[in-house]
Antibody
Framework: QVQLQESGPGLVKPSQTLSLTCTVSGGSISSGAYYWSWIRQHPGKGLEWIGYVYHSGSTYYNPSLRGRVIISVDTSKNHFSLRLSSVTAADTAVYYC??????????????WGQGTLVTVS | DIVMTQSPDSLAVSLGERATINCKSSQSVLYSSNNKNSLAWYQQKPGQPPKLLTYWASTRESGVPDRFSGSGSETDFTLTISSLQAEDVAVYFCQQYYSSPPTFGQGTKVEIK
């Protein structure tokens, strides 16, 4: 059973860069045609897809964040990462990493990390 | 982006009664290649990540109780909990995966009356 765990600073200053890592266990990032995603949830609000990375390194970013976000993968460490630059208070949210339920290529999220709260202040 | 709108924002249902949540997409999410609707439902309990309930509008994820059922087509979808249990208190989200970026509804909070 694949498991995901987010890690990184819980507090980031405005204008700085938010950096999070998602460590995958119970399976290899480089095996299987899965997309590895970052999603965030503003306090008490809905869910926003940030983007995803394929094991090859190819990426897709939500246009609403394009220009500020980079998602990368390190198959040797079996983790993938999120960098969001020039953060403001509006980027305060719980950040989740997740994986598709299967390798069909459709963005149906079957596996989630527990989430990590990042506060910009 | 496809806008997903859920209704109601919240509802209170008695234990054992039916709960119905609606989700409307701003355009059709019917995937022509397999004639299936690219719509998923998730359940989120406080302090937990979302949990996948159904996908392709009506396919139940493994391990999900059969009291949860999804239905609908093109732009109008429904999640039904046939007999509400105490453990079903949560926020429910619909999500389209027809086009990028994938987008979610705003959520519907289900409580016990």
């Amino acid at each position: 059973q694949v498991q995901l765990q987010e890690s990184g600073p819980g507090l980031v200053k405005p204008s700085q860069t938010l950096s999070l890592t998602c460590t995958v266990s119970g399976g290899s990032i480089s095996s299987g045609a899965y997309y590895w995603s970052w999603i965030r949830q503003h306090p008490g609000k809905g869910l926003e897809w940030i983007g995803y990375v394929y094991h090859s390194g190819s990426t897709y970013y939500n246009p609403s964040l394009r220009g500020r976000v980079i998602i990368s993968v390190d198959t040797s460490k079996n983790h993938f990462s999120l960098r969001l630059s020039s953060v403001t208070a509006a980027d305060t949210a719980v950040y989740y990493c997740a994986r598709d339920r299967d390798s069909s290529g459709f963005s149906v999220l079957g596996y989630w990390g527990q989430g990590t709260l990042v506060t910009v202040s | 982006d496809i806008v997903m709108t859920q209704s109601p924002d919240s509802l209170a249902v008695s234990l054992g009664e039916r709960a119905t949540i609606n989700c409307k997409s701003s355009q059709s999410v019917l995937y022509s290649s397999n004639n299936k609707n690219s719509l998923a439902w998730y359940q989120q309990k406080p302090g937990q990540p979302p949990k996948l309930l159904t996908y392709w509008a009506s396919t139940r994820e493994s391990g999900v109780p059969d009291r949860f059922s999804g239905s609908g087509s093109e732009t109008d979808f429904t999640l039904t909990i046939s007999s509400l249990q105490a453990e079903d208190v949560a926020v429910y989200f619909c999500q389209q995966y027809y086009s990028s970026p994938p987008t979610f509804g705003q959520g519907t909070k289900v409580e016990i009356k």
